[in-house]
């Protein structure tokens, strides 16, 4: 098997948007190509350097069917296919996966990879039912549907969390002390002048109209932010009754895209803003739990992915995580030895919001640049999905 590569820099990521909120007119798909367009130029990555593209996208959007085609070509590189993936929280570990396999295959030597979705102003979507009574149909609002009811559990996000708190007898106090670390840790990325964000995201950010002609606004960073404190959040009462899990101690939905490219160790070097620094895209880990036990998923994937990369927990350098809830970190550390308190650093998902489809692809490019700043590693980055499931990558910097 070839190698497979991410030059260094040559990824990017929009600030996110709080649900309704900055990015809540922009067609995902479009505002991919948009931003994907922006970032090869400012970046001097020529169009001709692909020959194939993964879109991962989870909320339907008008003329999506056409996928990755339609959007290579708003970027400006008509010239490739690829396929369109929806994995619920692990599409961006997916799309990852497909694109390794392509480069590692000798499929291809160059994939763009992108991956967006807007949460906000989702589709409300109708299934025709000739045979029911009257010919009465069945519908359902995309986002908060899905969100709210497992068809084959028949429960929802929550209480995955709810239950994974109860078997491992996670306290609300425990989920918001984790929520003030995490909190901590992003206020890192905003340290100087939001230094680390910059690494990887244009700031300010140009929020351009429905029809990319001009600028309606700016965005300075990510937003939709709580600035929980402790007072705030001891205040908060469990969502379900007899719960432990808060509005304070759950992710919030929100708007963006990331992308990145992968290809081979050669060409890597080719296309590196650093040649010396070297991003190889190690292992992958897929698990699937028992019903309605989501977040912890995590452990079995990851453990998955450490297993084929021939390292230990001991081993990684630094750990970021998808984490919809507080619980996830918890219970993730409590089974491998993770330090709780040391993992995601300078931000995650708990804090900077879920977009689906770009949020683990973020993390990832996080991961990359934190392991950067220490000189080199091994990282790793898991997240839970719908359907009690997960991935895990892990990914090895060398400098």
């Known amino acids: 098997m070839i190698g497979s590569y991410i030059p260094y820099g040559a990824y990017w990521c929009s600030p996110f948007s709080r649900w309704q909120g900055s990015l809540q007119h922009l067609h995902s798909v479009e505002f991919a190509a948009h ?238 803003a650093d040649s010396a620094i070297t991003i190889k895209i190690v292992a992958f880990g897929q698990a699937r739990v028992e019903k309605s036990l989501m977040p912890a998923a995590t452990i079995p994937a990851s453990r998955q992915a450490l297993e084929r990369a021939g390292i230990g927990i001991a081993d990684l350098a630094a750990i970021k995580s998808h984490n919809p809830f507080a619980v996830n970190d918890i219970i993730f550390a409590r089974e491998t030895g993770a330090d709780l308190m040391s993992m995601n650093n300078y931000g995650s998902s708990l804090i900077w919001g879920h977009p689906q489809g770009p949020t683990g692809m973020r993390a990832m490019i996080e991961l990359i640049e934190e392991l950067t700043l220490l000189g080199g590693g091994w990282g790793l980055f898991q997240g839970c999905a719908a359907g009690d499931t997960a991935m895990a990558v892990v990914l090895k910097v060398g400098g």
């Open 35 to 272: 931003l994907t367009r922006s970032a090869l130029a400012s970046r001097g990555i020529d169009a001709d350097v692909f020959d194939a593209g993964v879109l991962g996208m989870t909320v339907p959007q008008q003329f999506s069917f056409y996928g990755l085609p339609w959007l290579a070509g708003m970027a400006g590189i008509d010239h490739i296919g690829g396929p369109t993936i929806s994995q619920a929280c692990a599409t961006s570990a997916r799309v990852l996966s497909v694109a390794a396999q392509e480069i590692g295959t000798g499929s291809a030597t160059c994939v763009l990879a992108v991956t967006t979705d807007r949460l906000s102003n989702g589709p409300h979507l109708f299934y025709p039912r000739p045979k029911a009574p009257g010919g009465i149909g069945a519908h359902e609002d995309w986002v908060p549907g899905n969100m709210g009811f497992d068809p084959y559990t028949q429960g929802d996000m929550t209480q995955t969390a709810e239950n994974c708190a109860g078997k491992w007898n996670v306290s609300t106090a425990e989920q918001h002390e984790v929520v003030l670390r995490r909190l901590q840790q992003y206020g890192d990325a905003l340290n100087d002048d939001s230094a680390f964000l910059k690494r990887f995201m244009t700031l300010p950010f140009e929020v351009p109209d429905p029809r990319f002609k001009k600028t309606v606004t700016s965005m300075d960073g990510d937003e939709g932010i709580f600035q929980s404190t402790a007072e705030g959040l001891e205040k908060l009462q469990p969502v379900k009754p007899g719960g432990t899990i808060t509005f304070g101690g759950q992710t919030h939905p929100a708007d963006g895209a990331a992308g990145m490219v992968v290809t081979t160790e050669a060409k890597a070097r080719e296309l590196s």
